[in-house]
């Protein structure tokens, strides 16, 4: 019997192992580009099995693509509304650094860097893990 922490580090992997086969589909540079991020984003955010958020580049603005999330799980939220990718911690980070692999989450540390209605959105999912990675094309970045 695997313990919860072995759980978790399979299971944020799998994630990861995922994302990394669709961002590969781009690499072709016969894809339709567009046809091919339709199907990523929402591939995405149904195979992994909590909460995912899968933001675009837009220039400077960061757009929700698609959020997969249990249904009534948090209530209505702004997902069609664009952020500046500076208002975007998490995100702009991953742009500018690479991936966030958080197995155990240090709320403290992520509250100094994220509005506390997002620090809120995480304790009410019980989130105990984060992983977010960058998305790119051809080293274009799209987005997280």
């Known amino acids: 019997m695997d313990d919860e922490g072995t759980v978790q580090t399979r299971r944020l992997r799998d994630g990861l ?3 990394s086969v669709i961002t590969q589909a781009f690499a072709d540079p016969a894809t339709d580009v567009r046809q091919a991020l339709g199907t990523v984003v929402q591939r995405l ?8 958020c899968v ?3 837009d220039g400077d603005l960061l757009r929700v693509a698609a959020l997969h999330e249990p249904p009534d799980e948090h209530g209505p939220h702004a997902v069609d509304r664009p952020r500046l990718i ?5 995100p702009a980070g991953v ?3 690479g991936p966030v692999f958080m197995p155990a989450i240090d709320f403290d ?6 509005a506390p209605a997002v620090i809120a959105r995480l304790r009410a999912g019980d989130a105990t893990g984060l ?4 998305l790119a094309i051809r080293g274009d970045q799209l987005g997280a």
């Open 17 to 19: 192992r995922l994302i």
């Open 45 to 52: 955010a149904t195979s992994i099995p909590d909460t995912c």
């Open 55 to 57: 933001m675009l580049r």
């Open 86 to 90: 500076e208002d975007a911690p998490i």
């Open 95 to 97: 742009l500018a650094g």
């Open 109 to 114: 540390a992520l509250g100094r860097k994220l």
């Open 131 to 134: 992983l977010v990675v960058p």
